[in-house]
């Protein structure tokens, strides 16, 4: 018979001291209980409740379970998820502020200029896009109208209305090129081409309205008037993506 003498510890695996109340059933043996510890780990705040036993010569037949029963908040489930969330969080805000700190010594003094043309561009991306919408597919739809009905009174008035709102939405536009050219003259050549490019929808346009005024005074015959139709809608659609090709490249 051989004499053993060791210590037996019970680490409840109850995290975030949400742990209490321990009520231990202990086998038909002696066994002392000692002061609980702390067993801390990632993430935890509080640490995980250690039981702390000891028993003196033990042997084989003294394996035993120790039955341990404890009050536990489901609530505390929650607390890991949390604190890993805010620290994705607080990382990420770091990262955001960081990144838009502007940690130059310098001064940029072209940098107010550079916004002020790159808001004055998205500005022009808007009265083009009411270009194609209220004056290009205007006037395509007044061509296509002029053919079924052929009255010249409301041909008149629809023309006269699209070519007023078509003057102000490219006075518009001249003024806020040359405004773009004023905070970015290195933009001027791609400006240039711009209104190069605006000039030859114009130009389509102003065919297309020659034709729909033609049809409705008779003056063309309805096969001439459908192929030259066609023509023209395939420049105008030529234009209409070189223009949107020349405002990327602002």
């Known amino acids: 018979f051989v004499s053993k003498s060791r210590s037996i510890s019970s680490g409840i695996n109850a995290e975030y001291g949400g742990a209490g109340?321990?009520?231990v059933v202990y086998p038909n043996y002696e066994i002392t209980r000692q002061a609980d510890e702390k067993h801390k780990t990632y993430l935890d705040t509080f640490g995980r409740p250690v039981l702390v036993f000891t028993a003196k010569n033990l042997e084989e037949n003294h394996i035993k379970?120790?039955?341990?029963?404890y009050k536990f908040n489901s609530l505390m489930l929650l607390?890991?998820?949390?604190?890993?969330?805010?620290?994705?969080?607080?990382?990420f805000l770091t990262v955001i502020i960081f990144v838009r700190l502007d940690f130059s010594i310098a001064v940029d003094e072209n940098r107010e200029a550079r916004q002020r043309a790159a808001y004055l561009v998205e500005e022009l991306y808007t009265l083009t896009n009411k270009i194609k919408n209220n004056v290009v597919d205007e006037t395509v739809e007044l061509l296509a109208s002029v053919k079924s009905s052929k009255d010249n009174k409301s041909f008149k008035n629809s023309r006269k209305e699209i070519e007023a709102q078509y003057k102000q939405l490219?006075?518009?536009c001249a003024a806020t090129t040359?405004?773009?050219?004023?905070f970015a003259p290195t933009l001027a050549d791609k400006v240039a081409d711009l209104n190069r490019r605006e000039g030859?929808?114009?130009?389509?346009?102003a065919s297309i309205t020659s034709l729909a005024?033609?049809?409705?005074?008779d003056k063309i015959s309805k096969n001439v008037s459908s192929d030259q139709e066609a023509a023209?809608?395939?420049k105008l659609y030529t234009a209409q993506s070189n223009i949107e090709d020349a405002l990327a490249a602002l």
């Open 200 to 205: 030859e929808r114009k130009s389509i346009l």
């Open 232 to 234: 023209l809608q395939a």
């Open 21 to 23: 109340g321990f009520e």
């Open 170 to 172: 490219l006075d518009d």
């Open 178 to 182: 040359k405004k773009i050219v004023a």
């Open 79 to 91: 607390q890991e998820p949390i604190l890993v969330t805010m620290a994705f969080m607080v990382l």
């Open 213 to 217: 005024e033609k049809v409705v005074s």
């Open 65 to 69: 379970n120790i039955e341990v029963y």
